[in-house]
């Protein structure tokens, strides 16, 4: 009994541990010295674990072209605690997004606020 009751209490502690430990830090991705504001429309949503993503088409005119930046979000559950469910934004909208560069210069950045024309749909 005290042998099972002991490997039950290791596996909880391990699953534990290892669930913490793959979560990362946003510094380790973003460089919080490289703001970006960012206005454009929704091209898609993904409304998934473990972060929610909201891609946003930019027209860049220094490269004469639209491109796609992925703007990382808190989960599903945290947005939803904060009002924010799937029909908060639909793809077409016109947004505007402050957040942090990823380090490896990518287009992608972790959102600080997202609004839309008439409102603050999300902050920080």
């Given at each position: 009994m005290?042998?099972?009751?002991?490997?039950?209490?290791?596996?909880?502690?391990?699953?534990?541990?290892?669930?913490?430990?793959?979560?990362?830090?946003?510094?380790?991705?973003?460089?919080?010295?490289?703001?970006?504001?960012?206005?454009?429309i929704?091209s898609?949503?993904?409304?998934?674990?473990?972060?929610?993503?909201?891609?946003?088409?930019?027209?860049?005119?220094?490269?004469?072209?639209?491109?796609?930046?992925?703007?990382?979000l808190?989960?599903?559950?945290?947005?939803?605690?904060?009002?924010?469910?799937?029909?908060?934004?639909?793809?077409?909208?016109?947004?505007?997004?402050?957040?942090?560069?990823?380090?490896?210069?990518?287009f992608?950045i972790?959102?600080?606020?997202?609004?839309?024309?008439?409102s603050?749909?999300?902050?920080?």
């Amino acid at each position: 009994m005290k042998l099972t009751n002991l490997l039950f209490s290791f596996v909880l502690i391990f699953a534990f541990v290892a669930s913490n430990v793959a979560h990362h830090s946003t510094s380790a991705e973003f460089d919080s010295n490289k703001s970006v504001t960012l206005s454009g429309i929704v091209s898609n949503v993904d409304f998934m674990n473990p972060h929610t993503y909201v891609f946003v088409d930019v027209n860049d005119p220094a490269a004469g072209k639209v491109r796609t930046w992925a703007c990382e979000l808190a989960s599903p559950t945290e947005l939803a605690r904060r009002g924010f469910t799937r029909g908060s934004l639909k793809v077409g909208m016109s947004v505007r997004v402050i957040g942090t560069r990823a380090k490896d210069g990518s287009f992608k950045i972790h959102t600080d606020s997202l609004s839309s024309e008439n409102s603050i749909l999300f902050t920080k």
